[in-house]
């Protein structure tokens, strides 16, 4: 499609940090891990393979949520 990644923050306090986030298709994202909360998703269009280390990967598709636990690495 040729759109560059971006993502814009909607929340950020002591007590949650939110972003709108546009990946192009093909995008993978590096290796990652939260020491002190949990990470989650909501798929708001298309599809995304999402890899966690304590589970198989998933396809998630629009509408989707996935959550990856607190000191796990996912991408």
């Known amino acids: 499609s040729g759109k560059k990644q971006w993502r814009e923050l909607i929340v950020d306090d002591q007590h949650l ?4 986030l546009y990946l192009p298709p093909g995008y993978k994202h590096p290796k990652a891990m939260h020491p002190d909360t949990r990470a989650w998703w909501v798929v708001m269009e298309g599809e995304v393979r999402f890899e966690i280390e304590t589970a198989d990967p998933v396809i ?3 509408g989707s949520m996935v959550q990856a636990p607190m000191q796990t690495i996912f991408s």
């Open 17 to 20: 940090r939110s972003e709108y």
């Open 60 to 62: 998630a598709k629009k």
